[in-house]
């Protein structure tokens, strides 16, 4: 019988040979991420972010529904709107594709690399840096914890690129103290 862990592993596994099939620049984004990088935890979806720019987004959302079923009733327009692409496996494992295209975006999918999570499996998630960028821009308690958790498990982390990355989308959440709770994790 397989794990959660194993069927999540299968299932970025066929995430991972859809990008590739479709020639999608692509990269892992959520929990993979997090296991790689910081503390493993549960999870029990899958994050992916699939370079769109602006005026792709249809190709993208079309090249993966030819891979995988929609999670909603009008997936598609849904992730026009919103960009976000709500898939499943044909195991039922779900996928929030996000569309991406900012420059920042751009950048992580140039410093993305594979890992092998285990034998015959080959990821390719986001670094550890873009990582805590983004878990830093979203926020959230959970979010906060895997920064923690990188922090403690990268030692040679480059936070001159974080540093430089992260002031202009802490602008974008004037509510949140972005920065602050950033350096209280740094230490």
Known sequence: MLTVVDDLF???S???AACRAE????CFIGGIAVIRWGIPRVTRDLDVSVMAGFGG???IVTALMRHFAERIAGAAGFAEANRVLLLKTAGGIEIDASLAALPFEEEMFRRASTFAPVAGVSLTTCSAEDL????AFAARPRDWS????VIKRQAGLDWTYVDAMIPPLA???PEVDVLGTLA???G
């Not at 020639?23 to 692509?26: A, S």
């Not at 805590?132 to 878990?135: A, D, E, L, N």
């Open 171 to 173: 602008e974008l959440k």
């Open 184 to 186: 209280r994790l740094r």
């Open 23 to 26: 020639r999608l620049t692509h």
């Open 57 to 59: 987004e249809r190709a």
């Open 146 to 149: 895997d920064v923690e958790g």
């Open 10 to 12: 299968t299932a970025a």
């Open 132 to 135: 805590i960028v983004m878990k």
């Open 14 to 16: 066929e995430v991972e």
